[in-house]
């Protein structure tokens, strides 16, 4: 087995794998979602979550690129201020797409809850009248 080969084997995101735009946002969602759930209660502000979905962004979008750097810094026309700069501008993309899928996924979250209330409020409906027109026979409305 060649070193290429061992090294995916034992890994489940690589570099290569990483290189995909679609995969920078699951690497970043991921991240952001263990430290919400592990780190953070219901009281933080929304802020937080999207801080720490640009933090993880720039460490992703900077190894990606650093690695990048290394094999071959033609890349980035061996421009340092061009590496940084994105860095800056990619880490902002990833970000911004990895927090549009958490507001498709609080606005799927909101939609329940409003479903569910809806079918609360309908069920007391309905309950109301039972319970009115039994007070009713007990003389307890009049």
């Given at each position: 087995?060649?070193?290429?080969?061992?090294?995916?084997?034992?890994?489940?995101?690589n570099?290569?794998?990483?290189?995909?735009?679609?995969?920078?946002?699951?690497?970043?969602?991921?991240i952001?979602?263990?430290?919400?759930?592990?780190?953070?209660?219901?009281?933080?502000?929304?802020?937080?979550?999207?801080?720490?979905?640009?933090?993880?962004?720039?460490?992703?979008?900077?190894?990606?690129?650093?690695?990048?750097?290394?094999?071959?810094?033609?890349?980035?026309?061996?421009?340092?201020?061009?590496?940084?700069?994105?860095?800056?501008?990619?880490?902002?993309?990833?970000?911004?797409?990895?927090?549009?899928?958490?507001?498709?996924?609080?606005?799927?979250?909101?939609?329940?809850?409003?479903?569910?209330?809806?079918?609360?409020?309908?069920i007391?409906?309905?309950?109301?009248?039972?319970?009115?027109s039994?007070?009713?026979?007990?003389?307890?409305?009049?």
């Amino acid at each position: 087995m060649g070193e290429e080969a061992a090294r995916q084997a034992i890994s489940l995101f690589n570099m290569d794998y990483l290189s995909s735009v679609t995969t920078m946002v699951l690497a970043v969602n991921l991240i952001t979602q263990v430290i919400k759930e592990v780190f953070l209660n219901e009281k933080t502000k929304e802020m937080v979550p999207k801080l720490i979905a640009l933090l993880a962004s720039f460490v992703v979008i900077s190894v990606h690129h650093y690695t990048q750097w290394v094999k071959n810094p033609a890349v980035f026309h061996g421009s340092l201020i061009e590496f940084i700069f994105l860095i800056f501008l990619n880490s902002i993309l990833i970000a911004g797409l990895a927090m549009g899928n958490y507001k498709v996924l609080n606005l799927t979250k909101d939609r329940e809850v409003r479903k569910m209330r809806e079918q609360i409020g309908d069920i007391e409906k309905e309950v109301a009248p039972r319970n009115d027109s039994f007070r009713e026979e007990k003389g307890e409305l009049h």
